[in-house]
């Protein structure tokens, strides 16, 4: 269709009341306003819907509700909200909708019914009334959505209908592990869809999901068996939500983590890979139940309990100094799906409250020193917070102390629909029972039930490979969250998975600006390394998350987190890179700024003999196939010839540790215009550089003694936003 955009209206009475209620920004209607027009302008199916794409938790359902206020007022009189397929997320949507719509309902415009309970004997006065149909995606709840649709009440299926589809991931599910199992269903639910729009008067179809990913990562068709394909979904029309100034996401917990004495720097904390072995089931010689607060096998959990109960402490506290009401906080466990797992973490937890209250009425010494050692954790981001209220150490610990003799901690295990239902409050949260809420679960916490006040996430679930979608999903963390519970938030999961989250967060960021540049057909290249090593176009649906490279303009790359081999294992190789360092500068092609333009191999082999003089840490990665394929494309993308600029510095005395604890992760960064980043990024214009920091090594700056070579590769200004894939699903 090629008609101009529909004119849309904002003072009809369902936007209105909406737009009164939750004071709508200028940006926020915008969106709105746009997607209706889009729906009213465009042909939208099942296969082509529109998209609204926003963030995870972040006011995804405030928009489409939004629009389903538009809806109303401009001809639509009944809209069909698709849910995941809880009953938790059927309440949850119920009472939202019910709660928005409170003026329109109590005005006899508008009725809201889960399609399971909507009553079989309307009368003509209801079915006036404008209409929202809750339905989850379950063959069930289709089968009734049919049956009222087009024989209880066959009058609705002549009216103008909307489908919003909230949480569409139906894309991504495809990739999980059981993929022909979650291909029929799909197909099912699919197919009962497409059914019933052929029997209803053109009806609009709106999706709504976090995952730009799902859009990429498909497979232009999917044969489940003979004759029966799985569509994959185009958008018709993409609208990005705005993201509110509340929100905290990716952009902090991995971008401005890096940014020492940033609030965000203080929020990782590593766990070991053992710990979470220990998490997986009772085991009585690894875990003695009465020496939990000292026992050194399980320090994380342990840290993270305290972290929990000293970091509400303080936030109440704080409110108490400012005369509000105090908040209640919540903390969740998700490391394994399985029920015994569970059972057991549920177990853990209540012993190490049991303990800590003990501790907290003999005001033990060793209750006294770890409340002391998480107050001193914490209170380097609560100081980091410009205007934050201090407390003291006193004042803590007599809070602490308080809240636990009054047995303000409460855990609950929730890894089934009963229990979510059984825990749910009357808006369809999860509802906090006392001051400090302590979740334990798996996939049934991260299916869109919101759960308030979050300041503690332990993280643990470790596929064989990582899908964006589901570790989105599971991203609690994210979210609306004021600045001083930010300040106490801490999260805790295994370095490996830390980078794998922290490389699907540069993805799903690079595929957002691609969006804005103009939509997701062009902006992002997709490249592998092929069975004969060359470079070439990568199917995306092909990707495996935990093996991706983000590459834009000027990115570096450079291992992190390692330690040098002994000087007696490595002096040779590093004087064998000294040598041929001094002969590529002799014979460069060209020189500019201090840095010398080599060949591509030349820059390959000095990073393979790097790479065997480093010693990665337990969840770190340097893969050296990985570096070679990143340089291989970026030297491609010049037609001039497949060359790199090297530069070199030395005498270096670097500490393998910042002061905070963590890891070196910026060896190229002394200031100014004459800095080796500075120079690398100058130029870095149509071939990449490779920065060379010969470092002393010295013992009391933590490494062992020896001289060794730091690589830093840097990628060129003229290069498009790629995805370079390491491995491939086969």
Same mark, same amino acid.
């Not at 269709?1 to 003072?11: H, K």
């Not at 401009?74 to 003026?103: C, I, M, P, S, W």
């Given at each position: 269709?090629? &008609? ?122 209801? @079915? %006036? ?36 589809? #909230?949480?569409?991931? !139906? ?19 699919? %197919? ?28 232009? #068709? ?67 139940? #009465? ?23 303080? &936030? ?34 209540? %012993?190490?409250?049991? @303990? ?10 060793? !209750? ?59 808006? *369809?949260?999860?509802?906090?029972? +006392? ?34 979608? $589901? ?15 930010? +300040? ?18 540069? !993805? ?13 057909? &062009? *902006? ?70 201090? +840095? ?32 070679? *394929?990143? @340089? #291989? ?88 936003? $790629?995805?370079? +894939? ?5």
């Amino acid at each position: 269709m090629n &008609r101009s955009l529909t004119s849309v209206q904002v003072d009809g009475p369902f936007f209105q009341n909406l737009k009164r209620k939750n004071q709508y920004n200028e940006e926020l209607q915008s969106c709105m306003t746009r997607t209706m027009e889009k729906l009213l302008e465009t042909s939208t199916s099942e296969h082509h819907p529109g998209m609204l794409l926003g963030k995870i938790q972040s006011g995804k359902t405030r928009t489409f509700i939004g629009v389903m206020g538009l809806a109303y007022d401009h001809g639509y009189d009944v809209v069909v909200v698709l849910t995941k397929g809880t009953n938790a997320l059927v309440k949850q949507t119920y009472a939202r909708l019910h709660q928005e719509f409170e003026e329109r309902i109590e005005a006899d415009d508008m009725r809201v019914y889960d399609i399971m309970s909507m009553p079989q004997n309307l009368r003509k006065y209801e @079915l %006036s009334q404008k209409l929202a149909l809750i339905v989850k995606k379950e063959t069930h709840n289709l089968d009734r959505l049919k049956e009222a649709l087009l024989e209880t009440y066959p009058g609705l299926s002549g009216r103008k209908i909307l489908f919003i589809d #909230d949480e569409a991931d !139906f894309a991504s599910v495809a990739y999980e592990h059981k993929r022909e199992q979650n291909l029929k269903t799909m197909r099912v639910i699919a %197919s009962k869809i497409n059914e019933l729009r052929s029997t209803l008067n053109r009806p609009s179809f709106l999706q709504v999901t976090a995952t730009p990913y799902s859009l990429y990562l498909q497979p232009e #068709d999917m044969t489940i068996h003979e004759g029966k394909v799985f569509e994959p979904i185009r958008p018709a029309f993409t609208e990005l939500v705005p993201i509110h100034g509340r929100y905290v996401g990716g952009d902090v917990y991995f971008d401005r983590a890096d940014v020492e004495g940033d609030v965000a720097s203080y929020l990782y904390h590593e766990v070991k890979e053992n710990e979470l072995e220990v998490m997986k089931k009772m085991d009585g010689r690894r875990v003695k139940m #009465d020496r939990l607060l000292t026992q050194k096998n399980i320090p994380n959990i342990r840290e993270a309990i305290l972290n929990f109960i000293v970091a509400s402490s303080i &936030r109440r506290w704080q409110q108490k100094q400012e005369g509000s009401r105090p908040e209640k906080y919540s903390f969740i466990i998700h490391t394994e799906r399985g029920k015994h797992a569970h059972a057991w973490q549920g177990e853990l937890i209540r %012993s190490f409250e049991d @303990l800590l209250i003990e501790g907290a009425r003999e005001e033990s010494t060793v !209750f006294k020193e770890l409340i002391h050692a998480s107050y001193q954790d914490l209170i380097r981001s609560v100081k980091a917070l410009e205007g934050n209220t201090i407390p003291t150490y006193n004042d803590v610990y007599e809070e602490v102390r308080m809240s636990l003799d009054e047995e303000y901690i409460v855990s609950s295990i929730v890894n089934s629909e009963k229990d979510v239902t059984e825990l749910l409050d009357g808006t *369809g949260q999860l509802q906090l029972r +006392a001051p400090m809420n302590i979740f334990i679960g798996g996939q049934i916490l991260d299916r869109g039930v919101t759960i308030n006040n979050l300041i503690g996430f332990f993280y643990g679930r470790n596929p064989k490979s990582f899908q964006q979608d $589901t570790v989105l999903q599971h991203s609690r963390m994210y979210g609306a969250r004021p600045m001083e519970d930010l +300040a106490v938030t801490r999260f805790y999961t295994t370095q490996k998975i830390y980078a794998v989250m922290k490389r699907i967060h540069e !993805f799903d960021r690079e595929l957002r600006h691609a969006f804005e540049r103009g939509g997701h057909k &062009r *902006g992002v290249v997709f490249v592998q390394r092929d069975m004969d090593s060359s470079i070439q176009p990568c199917s995306p649906n092909k990707l495996l998350l935990s093996n991706l490279t983000m590459i834009k303009p000027h990115k570096r790359m450079l291992p992190i987190g390692f330690q040098t081999g002994y000087k007696t294992h490595i002096k040779k190789t590093v004087g064998e890179i000294d040598r041929r360092v001094e002969q590529l500068k002799k014979n460069a092609r060209y020189t500019e700024n201090g +840095a010398y333009l080599v060949r591509l191999e030349d820059a390959k082999e000095l990073i393979g003999l790097i790479h065997s003089t480093l010693e990665m840490e337990e969840g770190r990665d340097f893969h050296l196939e990985e570096y070679h *394929g990143v @340089l #291989d494309y970026l030297s491609s993308e010049n037609g001039s010839g497949a060359y790199v600029w090297l530069l070199t510095r030395e005498k270096r005395q670097i500490r393998r540790f910042k002061e905070n604890g963590k890891f070196e992760n910026s060896p190229d960064t002394p200031g100014g215009e004459k800095g080796e980043l500075s120079v690398a990024r100058k130029v870095a214009v149509n071939h990449p550089a490779l920065i060379m920091l010969r470092q002393e090594g010295k013992k009391e700056n933590g490494w062992r003694g020896a001289p060794f070579w730091w690589p830093v590769l840097v990628a060129q200004r003229h290069t498009s936003p $790629t995805v370079y +894939a390491n491995k491939t699903v086969k």
